[in-house]
Nanobody
């Protein structure tokens, strides 16, 4: 049974940092794409970042480039999202997802999802 467990969310002030973790069991993160998505209240889910199983290629959305960093620890079977210079508009529930999507930015193409972790950034 595949499980993805996110952790590391919380409340911070603008300019602060958080590191989210996505611990996987039942699948190998290096053999899958693992993506981070977020959903704010009354907004659609949006792609944040992903690391592909193909050469470990990394993808970011434009609004997090230079602020967020995705990384993968194969030994721990965990993917991280380091979030720096956080802004109030980053407030959302953050989800990790895994699978072998044809397009890593499309959440609908991921097979497995975690339960989400809340990130709240105050101004």
């Amino acid at each position: 049974q595949v499980q993805l467990v996110e952790s590391g969310g919380g409340s911070v002030q603008a300019g602060g940092s958080l590191r989210l973790s996505c611990a996987a069991s039942g699948l190998t993160v290096s053999s899958n794409a693992v993506g981070w998505f977020r959903q704010a209240p009354e907004k659609e889910r949006e792609f944040v970042a992903a690391v592909s199983w193909i050469g470990g290629r990394i993808y970011y959305s434009d609004f997090v480039k230079g602020r967020f960093t995705i990384s993968r620890d194969n030994a721990r079977n965990t993917v991280y999202l380091q979030m720096n210079s956080l802004k109030p508009e980053d407030t959302a529930v953050y989800y990790c997802a895994a699978g072998q999507p044809g397009i890593v930015r499309l959440g609908s193409q991921y097979r497995y999802w975690g339960q989400g972790t809340q990130v709240t950034v105050s101004s």
